[in-house]
């Protein structure tokens, strides 16, 4: 079994139809605009032929897929727990950091109380 490796793939270029005068205007360098005034198209169809024409990059798939919006409730339930406990947490660090502080704020205000009697 023969494989051919042929990258024109489909109908040959035809130079005489108005994509194959597009193509040549498109290498002269002319706007979308000028060419499909010249060529007597829409500058929509000149657009067409840039992008079909080899060297443009391809786009990727369109749009992706919605994401379910229905999740497994075990799953829910460890996230809105896990999201509580990380809330928790916080809440106990604040508590002895305050803690800390207020320690600290009594021992200055001793010191103070101490210097100025």
């Known amino acids: 079994m023969t494989t051919h490796a042929n990258p024109q793939r489909g109908r040959k270029v035809d130079p005489n139809s108005k994509s194959g005068k597009i193509r040549a ?3 002269s360098g002319m706007s979308a605009a000028e060419i499909a005034e010249k060529v007597g198209c829409t500058p929509a ?3 067409n ?3 079909k024409a080899g060297g ?3 786009r990727g798939p369109g749009r ?3 994401a379910t919006t229905k ?4 799953k829910a339930t460890t996230s809105v727990s ?3 406990d990380s809330i928790l947490a916080a809440v ?3 508590e002895q950091q305050r803690v800390k502080m207020r320690a600290a704020l009594e021992k200055i205000s001793a010191v103070l109380a101490d210097a100025l009697a």
């Open 25 to 27: 205007l498109l290498a």
């Open 45 to 47: 169809l000149v657009y």
């Open 49 to 51: 032929v840039k992008a």
């Open 56 to 58: 443009a990059k391809k």
């Open 64 to 66: 992706p897929a919605k």
């Open 71 to 74: 999740a497994p409730k075990a």
């Open 82 to 84: 896990a999201g509580l």
């Open 92 to 94: 106990k660090g604040a």
